[in-house]
């Protein structure tokens, strides 16, 4: 339980110190989800439940959705002119 509260501690000071970079925003995300799955199996290990494991494969994989269906219009978004506009006119 512990590993697990120490990544998430992680990703949310990840996230909050990388407010410039959307990709490292992402990533420190993602270690907050992960982090919450590691939570579920130590959890379903010690109560000897089944469900636990099925559900962790389940956040898994729709982590894997989310994170590229996020990189991708992270990609459209840089890739649009306006869009490089916006970024230096708020930096």
Do not use: H
């Not at 919450?36 to 130590?42: G, P, R």
């Amino acid at each position: 339980m512990n590993l697990s509260l120490l990544l998430f501690l992680i990703g949310i000071l990840g996230f909050i110190l990388n407010r410039k970079n959307i990709i490292l925003m992402i990533i420190a995300i993602e270690i907050m989800l992960l982090a919450v799955t590691l939570l579920v199996l130590i959890s379903s290990f010690s109560f000897d439940d089944g469900i636990g494991q099925i559900f962790s494969i389940f956040i898994i994989s729709i982590a894997g959705a989310e994170s590229v269906i996020g990189l991708s219009i992270l990609v459209a978004f840089y890739r649009s002119p306006p869009f490089q506009a916006i970024i230096n006119s708020l930096f």
